[in-house]
């Protein structure tokens, strides 16, 4: 049950998203070399019939020659989309890549949509049936009960694979998660509770039925659908599903129900709850909220009547959020793994007991920091968040070992621990830290203030108003009020964006600016009036003397100048901080690998001293976003063969580092080549002396012009996602971006500018040389 409802976008926003570049969200990579005619052989014809013959002799092998043992699909007819209701097969095709999209990014599973045009439950199962052989899973979504319940029974029973109906289950697990930390912290047992349920759809009936698997009593449930309580004897509205949660009781509303209950559920529509029923509910009451994207009754409803109460909704802006996406993903990882033919209650249940007992445990600093605050096992904590890097490690392992307990897994795993080991390094961690950046943006107590300093430019104004309505922080726009309020109508903007602007030519600090730059100028062959054009007439300069004054926490430019020209303005009123130097670092994400190099923008030749500076605060940057930092400087030879000058300039800056920052706490090594560097089984066989313990992540380029070249051949031709280059080492945070970036692209590096990258790299650095000295 994932909800957004606290993220606003605008129509135009989703479309572009869904729309520029190839159309849609997926796309298919080869996983072997096809440069040479060999290659193609031995992927087709003739090399392909060896595998096949395989396979007819053993059908098992399928899992290990085949993507078939990492690959789900993601299987819709379109009659329940997302809440939005019957809108068709193809209508659902958006959202369905959408899920396959996140069983790649949260468990590496590979998945791809197909989409059923019938509404007939006999003719999707019997499309679908015969599909068994090329997947290793199937995942059913958004399909309109009580046909998900016969679509979903009948598959298990003709495939051997696991079907999984995720509207269904995975709202159950999560919840079940989370009642199970519920009843810890307030010392009750899910045999003695009595539980009030809202709703009786696919998700309620899903979700009771797995409770009452894990001991919670028939006659202690009341469930409740728009008549009222499902009761025995009742006929109305009634079928063989809502029958089965029927109980001989004499309560007949949903009001009834609640009195004296220990536990409320709701999986309806909002305002079902009220403030009266929860005043009903016994001591300690545990109330899950879970219709989206407005709950049964909110929590600060609740809080008015109520001081001991422990909630969950479906919103991400609220506490313990049941999100889907911490089980679904994790449950065909551990299904997958262990090639199972089913998804059973076991399994379920061990998934929910997984997230219960990771919710118990220290939360990493990394994750607490992403969300600004401490997060710690409590009423306010029950249930792990999602982007916790925990969880690709912890929950595939226990629904694994359920599968293996219960014969319902081909394959066995014999260490499990190894297992969970492999796991933690299989995601790419790159892509979660934007979300982190965010999540730690939203928690800030005080917004952070960025200027945008071409405000004037459409597609700076819409940058500037979904960074606001993100919730990353406060939008400033440089520009002239009267062309910018027009634009901001002419896109449609709402009146009440909020959205600051600041007119140059008419503010009531350019005395205060002008006064600022000529003391720092005028030495340098400027006049006042120079310093008084500049500040009126240049954006950048004016922006960058806002942040010198406080007026503004970090910037956004260069959509319409060059990078050095937009640097050079900034210059003029910003210095580096003291003991360092700007430099320039591009991010790289291609093939699961997040890569970080630099220096990509400023320094032409550095010496070894500036390399090794460079090497430190790209080090302590990386590290800020999450990531461990192994660092490799670069060049075209390994460990002094060949040695030429621009050899023994790398090697010394290595050196550089063993003498000036001895308590370093970050692996480096070189010189040595990319593929060296990138390579670390290569690394090991040649180089067994090696400092660095894995492959670099971190890539300090022995120059401007082979770090900009190789960033932006990766960009182009490289097949990888490239953002940045990131500046670092301003005395106040500022990003340059890209002449003729998209809004996505700006929005990121508002929020770059926002989190404030290198914050606190002064301190560190100093501790780290005064350690060493």
Not at 316 to 322: E, F, K, L, M
Not at 493 to 517: D, F, K, M
Request: with cysteine.
């Amino acid at each position: 049950m994932a909800d957004d409802s606290s993220i606003k976008l605008t129509d135009e926003e989703a479309i572009d998203f869904h729309a520029r570049g190839k159309p849609g969200k997926l796309e298919i990579t080869p996983t072997k070399p096809m440069a040479t005619q060999r290659d193609l052989s031995l992927a087709y014809s003739p090399g392909v019939a060896v595998p096949v013959k395989k396979i007819a002799e053993d059908p098992d092998s399928a899992y290990d020659l085949t993507t078939r043992g990492n690959m789900v699909a993601v299987i819709s007819n379109g009659t329940a989309i997302l809440g939005l209701g019957n809108l068709g097969a193809l209508a659902s095709k958006p959202v369905m890549e959408g899920k396959s999209v996140l069983f790649k990014r949260f468990a590496d599973i590979d998945s791809i949509d197909l989409e059923v045009d019938t509404e007939d439950p006999d003719e999707f199962i019997n499309a679908v049936k015969y599909l068994g052989p090329s997947f290793g899973g199937i995942n059913l979504e958004d399909i309109s009960a009580p046909d998900s319940f016969v679509i979903e029974q009948r598959l298990k029973e003709l495939m051997d694979i696991p079907v999984f109906h995720d509207d269904q289950h995975g709202t159950a697990i999560i919840a079940a998660a989370g009642l199970i930390n519920a009843l810890d912290i307030t010392g009750k047992k899910i045999g003695d509770v009595k539980i009030a349920v809202s709703g009786a759809g696919s998700s309620a009936l899903a979700v009771i039925g797995l409770i009452k698997a894990m001991g919670a009593k028939h006659e202690n449930v009341l469930v409740c659908d728009r008549k009222g309580v499902l009761y025995q004897g009742r006929e109305d509205g009634m079928d063989q599903w809502r029958s089965a949660h029927a109980v001989d009781t004499d309560k007949r509303t949903l009001a009834d129900a609640m009195e004296g209950a220990d536990v409320a559920l709701g999986l309806s529509v909002a305002g079902a709850i009220s403030q009266d029923m929860v005043k009903s509910m016994a001591k300690n009451p545990i109330i899950f909220a879970m219709a989206n994207p407005t709950p049964e009754i909110t929590p600060e409803q609740v809080r008015e009547v109520r001081d001991d109460a422990i909630m969950a909704t479906g919103r991400s802006d609220y506490p313990n959020q049941v999100n889907n996406v911490l089980g679904f993903p994790y449950i065909f990882r551990g299904a997958l793994d262990v090639r199972a033919r089913t998804i059973n209650e076991e399994m379920k249940i061990a998934c929910a007991n997984a997230l219960a007992e990771l919710a118990r445990e220290d939360v990493p600093d990394e994750v607490g920091a992403a969300y600004g605050k401490r997060l710690q096992y409590g009423p306010g904590y029950i249930i792990p968040t999602p982007f916790d890097p925990r969880l690709i490690s912890k929950i595939p392992p226990a629904v694994a070992k359920a599968a293996m307990d219960t014969g319902v897994a081909r394959k066995q795993i014999k260490d499990l621990p190894a297992y969970a080991a492999k796991l933690a390094t299989r995601l790419d961690p790159s892509a979660g830290f934007l979300q982190k950046i965010h999540a730690s943006l939203r928690a800030s107590e005080t917004p952070k203030r960025i200027v945008f300093a071409e405000g004037e430019e459409e597609v700076v104004i819409r940058a500037a108003y979904a960074f606001q309505q993100q919730e990353l922080g406060q939008a400033i726009l440089i520009g002239r009020d009267e062309l910018v309020n027009r634009e901001i109508e002419r896109l449609g903007l709402p009146r009440s964006h909020n959205i600051e602007i600041w007119n140059a030519r008419h503010s009531a600090n350019t005395s205060l600016y002008t006064r600022y730059l000529y003391d720092r100028l005028q030495r340098d062959g400027y006049l006042e009036r120079d310093c008084r054009r500049l500040v009126n007439q240049d954006r950048n300069v004016f922006a960058a003397c806002m942040l010198a004054h406080g007026h503004g926490d970090g910037m956004v430019t260069g959509l319409t100048r060059h990078y050095n020209v937009a640097l050079n303005n900034i210059n003029l009123a910003l210095d580096p901080r003291p003991g360092e130097r700007i430099i320039g670092m591009s991010v790289m994400l291609a093939k699961g690998r997040t890569v970080f190099m630099a220096d990509t923008t400023i320094t032409e030749r550095p010496t070894p001293k500036e390399l090794a500076d460079i090497a430190v605060q790209t080090a302590h940057a990386v590290r800020q976003m999450g990531f461990t930092p192994r660092v490799a400087f670069l060049s075209h030879s390994n460990f002094g063969n060949p040695e030429t000058e621009d050899v023994a300039r790398i090697a010394e800056a290595v050196r550089v580092l063993d003498r000036f920052y001895p308590a370093c706490d970050f692996e480096y090594e070189g010189e040595m080549t990319p593929r060296m560097a990138l390579n670390y089984d290569r690394m090991e066989a040649i180089y067994p002396f090696s400092r660095l313990t894995g492959p670099a992540n971190v890539l300090i380029c022995p120059g401007l012009h082979s770090g900009g070249i190789a960033s932006k051949l990766m960009a182009e031709i490289g097949g990888a996602t490239v953002l940045g280059p990131l500046l670092i080492g301003l005395q106040r945070p500022v990003q340059i971006m890209p002449t003729g970036a998209q809004g996505t692209d700006i929005v990121t590096l508002a929020a770059i500018a926002a989190y404030e990258l290198d914050r606190d790299h002064r301190d560190w650095a100093q501790t780290a040389a005064a350690k060493g000295s």
